[in-house]
């Protein structure tokens, strides 16, 4: 379907319909209700041929109930995003390197899905036992006491299916072997949305960019697509072990420079810090660390629109159907 050119830069909306003026800032609109995603909405007619340049007010929107679509521009290129709706996620899948990654990239949003019924499930790839701070434990204790803290922090959100796949933490790089492991994973758990980390380093902020971030991000984009959901690639999968193909729909990267979709965690956002705290051995001895924390997320809530008071988690999503 032809939508012309709508140069509308779609982060998010508000609820109901809005015109706002957009100011000197980039093409900037927001939807959210109660911090969740509409079921649709669709820019009210006349607003999707035309283009939006900085410093024009926004056309008005009208929210239906409807499948939507994100007509978006990334770096000046327009891009159409299909995105799933709140009733097409049913069951989430995270990957992550080490234990507290996906409490920092996304313990928030993972603590509104579960409020709202869906099955969430962590997988880890290392124990974290290279981490911790002026630590006594060699890495085998290290391992178990971070397994320990990962799991208290999945249930300070409410998961508690908490899986680790074992790999020795620093040295994740992307491989068949691995692309299996999580394969077999989604298999297993056949999630309609998987959240992993961005495989690609990001230059304006190094501390996502952890090597074993960028390869388990890789690895898992390349188990989605394509071997979970072909029947032929791991074919000892189905044979040995009854894991039928699993095709997933959507995928959420953490950590990226090119986010596109913000989840408004101001209502978890205690339940994302105590999870965060779960992780004694890596915060503890870190001075501030929850004001430190409130801030770096109500930044992404100021760069998402969200209003003061407000915090946010920030992903890059792909469609993967
Ligand atoms: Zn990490």
Redo the contacts with the bound molecule.
Sequence with gaps: MDHGLPLLRVEAIEQGVVNRDLGRHAPRLRLSTDNRRLDGWNPHPGSTDRTLTPGTAAPSIGVRNARYELLVVVNGQSEREKMLADNEINRVLVV???P??ADFGAAGTVALFVDRGVEVTYLLVTD?DAGGNERTLDNTGMAELRRTEQTAAAKAVGVTDVRFLGHADGTVVPSLALRKDIARVIRQVRPDLVITHHPERNYQFIAPS?P??RAVGGSTLDAVYPDARNPYAFPELVKEEGLAAWTVREVWLMGGSTPNHWTDITEAIDRKLTALQSHVSQVAHVEGFADFVKTRFASWAEQAGFGEGHYAEAFQTVTTA
């Design positions: 992550t390197a080490h507290d990654d974290g952890h074993d971030h």
